[in-house]
């Protein structure tokens, strides 16, 4: 007859539980996986897999925590941060690029042309949906979804399961790294905003040339398919950009989960 201890039990549940947890919360923040067409059960039992695989390298004195204690409450705390933080610095990638498209759509006169984002559930602009979606090819493309699992695999290596977590230094680099986003957003949008204001600049010199022409009835329909087709000209430029994004974000991610 095989005989359990709570010891042993409290470290086969806090050997498959911990990880779980940091892994379901970065599945839930992170792109791609954590968009909302992704039902929520593909997603737990995505988690579920890794955390089974990843169960014998989480090892150390936390997962002797009972869970119900006080110390496991703060250890899963801390897992959830950690997850959370991971997957939040690759969403930030992604809304650099909502950020350009919104700054291109305000130029182009297609402000107020909305979609629904199927990953965020919110209302973006139709361009920042055509942004996302090739920014997610893209994406997939580079095999982020591999780098993502890699992350995690180390991450239990460099950060361990404990009641410390995130420190100090590692927050404040995720907080100054939103303005690494709207660096990235102006970056993207650089061209077609220097593009439409040129337009723009062009459309005031032919009123003040010639008054009695219609700038609002031409210059709408020209500013739309000047700025479609800088949109087509700027495209072989979003990949390298997207790629130096990623690569920060990466690094950023790496910086978190090392305890620096």
Same mark, same amino acid.
């Given at each position: 007859?095989? =005989? ?6 409290? $470290? ?27 039902? @929520? ?23 002797? /925590? ?8 703060? +250890? ?5 941060? /950690? $997850? ?31 979609? #629904? ?8 602009? +139709? ?15 580079? &095999?982020?979804?591999?780098? /993502?699992?890699?992350?995690?695999? !180390? ?8 009641? !410390? ?9 995720? @907080? &100054? ?20 204001? @040129?337009? &723009? ?5 032919? =009123? ?5 022409? &219609?700038?609002?009835? +031409?210059?709408?329909? @020209? ?5 479609? +087709? ?7 430029? /979003? ?17 978190? #989960?090392?305890?620096?």
């Amino acid at each position: 007859m095989i =005989s359990l201890t709570s010891v042993e039990l409290s $470290g086969w549940v806090g050997s498959l539980l911990w990880p779980f947890i940091r892994i379901g919360a970065m599945l839930m923040a992170a792109p791609v996986f954590g968009a909302r067409m992704v039902p @929520v059960r593909v997603r737990l039992a995505l988690a579920m897999i890794l955390a089974w695989v990843l169960s014998p390298m989480v090892y150390s004195e936390a997962v002797m /925590i009972n869970p119900l204690s006080a110390e496991g409450l703060m +250890v899963t705390v801390q897992q959830v941060l /950690i $997850g959370l933080a991971m997957g939040f610095t690759l969403q930030m990638v992604f809304s650099a690029l909502v950020i350009a498209a919104q700054s291109m759509s305000m130029g182009m006169g297609l402000g107020f042309a909305t979609a #629904v984002d199927p990953q965020n559930g919110v209302q973006v602009p +139709v361009v920042a949906q055509y942004y996302l979606t090739l920014a997610t090819l893209i994406f997939l493309a580079l &095999n982020g979804h591999l780098l /993502i699992i890699q992350v995690l695999v !180390d991450s239990f290596q460099t950060l361990p399961v404990g009641i !410390d977590g995130l420190s100090r230094e590692g927050l404040w680099a995720l @907080v &100054n790294w939103g303005s690494r986003m709207f660096a990235g957003a102006v970056l993207i949008a650089l061209t077609a905003m220097t593009a439409l204001l @040129v337009v &723009n600049l062009a459309f005031g010199v032919m =009123s003040r040339a010639a008054p009695q022409l &219609n700038i609002f009835g +031409v210059g709408f329909p @020209v500013m739309m398919a000047a700025g479609f +087709v800088v949109i087509l000209l700027s495209l072989p430029g /979003i990949t390298p950009q997207l790629e130096e994004l990623l690569q920060d974000a990466f690094e950023l991610i790496g910086l978190l #989960v090392s305890g620096g």
